[in-house]
């Protein structure tokens, strides 16, 4: 078959791909181009990331088409059941991304609670001029060791994060429509390994018990200004599930107020322009949605959708 894979793909994957005998492009093709592209070459299978949409008015004009995978988790940027109703197969790597996902998440939170994404942006200013007021104001972190995480979704990131927190020494629990407590399984570096039950406590015990809540379902407007009035004062807030699932307005009129702490924002409402407000707030740590960008998670990527290839 004829792949293309038009917002890049691991070595990994190119390597699985053509070892199957697949005919395998990589040149990125842009978006107005994209159905020319697909019809002169024949193309069987499209992959893409975030960056490349596969609308109806696509589907309908490549005729040639039998599959549709997205390296990642979210399936927003491609209209998944028309595709389906025409027969083609559409395919994602939910289970790849998932441990790099969480420990970005990890990173957002002990970053947030030592104040590293606002020490690394005025050390380099004012650190050889005032080190003395900085280290005074940065003088009250606090420990993730004794606190609660809530977690809202509690899929495969979910768990993943859990992990990690509990590892951190933190009190999970979480918010999920499809499961009941789940033992979640850690595993240490010299094979011994440890199961711990975490506790389905529901969307408003998660919204007013927990010190720190990540979201991590897949879209809808989740968290706005009534939620966070629920909210333990002082809490903090990641997101690094779906731009929007967590209102922007409303996050930043509570870091005001001081109802929030702090917050990690992966994702955003305007991708890939975010409001400006939001990147300069001093107390949110931002990363520009790079929760699945690590080497090993590309790699799981793209040997996941040459298996999937290998289906059609």
Not at 119 to 143: C, I, T, W
């Amino acid at each position: 078959m004829k792949v293309l894979a038009n917002d890049g793909i691991s070595a990994s994957g190119v390597t699985a791909i053509q070892a199957s005998g697949h005919e395998l492009f990589t040149t990125k093709v842009a978006q107005e181009q994209l159905v020319n592209f697909i019809n002169e070459h024949q193309i069987d299978v499209v992959l893409v990331r975030s960056a490349t949409t596969v609308r109806k008015d696509l589907i309908d004009a490549c005729s040639s088409l039998k599959g549709i995978g997205r390296g990642g988790v979210g399936m927003d940027n491609i209209d998944v059941d028309y595709a389906r109703e025409k027969g083609l197969k559409v395919f994602n790597t939910p289970a790849a991304s998932s441990d790099s996902v969480a420990e970005l998440v990890m990173g957002h939170m002990r970053g947030l609670v030592r104040f590293l994404h606002d020490s690394n942006r005025q050390m380099p200013l004012e650190g050889d001029s005032k080190f003395g007021a900085l280290k005074k104001s940065y003088a009250k972190g606090v420990e993730l060791r004794g606190r609660t995480l809530g977690i809202v979704g509690f899929g495969r990131i979910g768990q993943a994060l859990a992990k990690l927190a509990i590892g951190a020494g933190m009190k999970v629990i979480f918010s999920d429509m499809h499961e009941n407590h789940v033992d979640v399984e850690l595993e240490f570096f010299d094979g011994q390994k440890a199961t711990f039950t975490c506790e389905n406590a529901g969307f408003e015990r998660v919204l007013s018990e927990s010190d720190f809540i990540s979201v991590h379902v897949p879209g809808g407007d989740l968290i706005g200004k009534n939620e966070i009035s629920k909210m333990k004062d002082g809490v903090f807030l990641m997101n690094a599930s779906r731009g929007g699932v967590v209102n922007e307005e409303a996050l930043l009129e509570a870091i005001e107020s001081g109802k929030v702490a702090g917050a990690g924002l992966d994702v955003f409402t305007n991708e890939p322009t975010p409001a400006v407000k939001v990147l300069m707030n001093g107390k949110v740590s931002i990363t520009p949605h790079i929760g699945a960008a690590t080497l090993e998670a590309q790699d799981r990527i793209g040997t996941e959708l040459a298996a999937h290839i290998d289906e059609l």
